[in-house]
């Protein structure tokens, strides 16, 4: 069965700094999709970015990028320019393709101090 | 925003009764699903819909039984809930190209006492 592991349950950036969220995931698959969805405080689940693990090019959306790594299947998230409102729990899924089963890690609290 | 409503927003019940959560989407998609979300787990697969009565069991299925009757409507059951089942649930929806992501809800929080 497919995982996913984030082993940061927590981490801390100021205001205009970067920061790197980790995530790792283990499957037999070459075809699959991996997604960052934010949550914050209200609850809802907001995504963030996807990666088709068929391109090497690494996704980017505005301030957020990643850094796809297939062969060591790892799939980390940077953040630039960190602003108060991307404090929130970021979760790192996987998706096989044509699945319908999305497989979540534990998720990451990401902090911004002012 | 994605057309998805979840109701209720919160209910607290007590154990041995009948819940029942409802999805509503306004996109009409063929994909539906619910998840449930605990600390230190993410969120995990309770059951899922690929069309109007074609639902499977996900990861959690245990305790947990699902309809759709119609496209916009997918319903979560507990038969008789337990405080196990205390969580928050997640409804989401997808459409029919394989690369599209999946757009959650946003949740319900049920507590069982």
């Known amino acids: 069965a497919q995982t996913v592991t984030q082993s940061q349950p927590e981490m801390s950036v100021q205001e205009a700094e970067t920061v790197t969220l980790s995530c790792t995931y283990d499957t037999s698959e070459s075809d699959y999709y991996l997604f960052w969805y934010k949550q914050p405080p209200s609850r809802q689940m907001i995504l963030v970015i996807r990666?088709?693990?068929?391109?090497?090019q690494n996704a980017t959306e505005n301030r957020f990028s990643v850094n796809f790594q297939k062969a060591a299947k790892s799939f980390s998230l940077k953040i630039s320019d960190s602003q108060l409102g991307d404090a929130a729990m970021y979760f790192c899924a996987y998706i096989e393709e044509y699945g319908n089963k999305l497989v979540f890690g534990a998720g990451t609290i990401l902090r911004v101090k002012s | 925003d994605a057309g998805i409503t979840q109701s209720p927003r919160h209910k607290v019940t007590e154990t041995g009764t009948p819940v029942t959560l409802r999805c509503h989407q306004t996109e009409n998609h063929r994909y539906m699903y619910w998840y449930r979300q605990d600390p230190g787990h993410g969120l995990r697969l309770i059951h899922y819909s690929y069309g109007v009565k074609d639902t499977d069991k996900g990861e959690v299925s245990d305790g947990y039984s699902v309809s759709r009757s119609k496209t916009e409507d997918f319903l979560l059951t507990l038969e008789s809930a337990t405080s196990s089942q205390t969580s928050v649930y997640f409804c989401a929806i997808k459409g029919a190209l394989d690369n599209q992501p999946q757009h959650f809800g946003d949740g319900t929080r049920l507590s069982i006492l």
């Open positions: 990666q088709e693990a068929y391109k090497q």
